[in-house]
Nanobody, 122 residues
Framework: QVQLVESGGGLVQAGGSLSLSCAAS????????MGWFRQAPGKEREFLAA????????YYGDSVKGRFTISRDNAKNTVYLQMNSLKPEDTAVYYC???????????????WGQGTQVTVSS
């Protein structure tokens, strides 16, 4: 089992950047495929990015491709999401999640953090 805690959310102006972190407990972090998702009010939770166990492969949703970058540091049990060129439509609660599968499908993620709010003002 793994516990996840996100941090780094906040308020930023359109065009700005934010970096989110997700710290994982436990000694088996490197065995999990990690993902970032977000959920805006009244909308379904949306896949943003995922990264393989060793960090050698990454995957992105169309809405953030070219603007967001996922990375991980297995020595620090942490996964990151660097967000650039932020838009008001990026406003949402951002979640990190872990899965034992290699997938971007939301339903296959077993463990979730509590979320961190990102608000982008116009």
């Amino acid at each position: 089992q793994v516990q996840l805690v996100e941090s780094g959310g906040g308020l930023v102006q359109a065009g700005g950047s934010l970096s989110l972190s997700c710290a994982a407990s436990g000694r088996t972090f490197s065995s999990y495929f990690m993902g970032w998702f977000r959920q805006a009010p009244g909308k379904e939770r949306e896949f943003l990015a995922a990264i393989s166990r060793a960090g050698s492969s990454s995957y992105y949703g169309d809405s953030v491709k070219g603007r967001f970058t996922i990375s991980r540091d297995n020595a620090k049990n942490t996964v990151y999401l660097q967000m650039n060129s932020l838009k008001p439509e990026d406003t949402a609660v951002y979640y990190c999640a872990a899965t034992t599968s290699a997938t971007i499908r939301l339903r296959e993620y077993d463990y979730w953090g509590q979320g961190t709010q990102v608000t982008v003002s116009s």
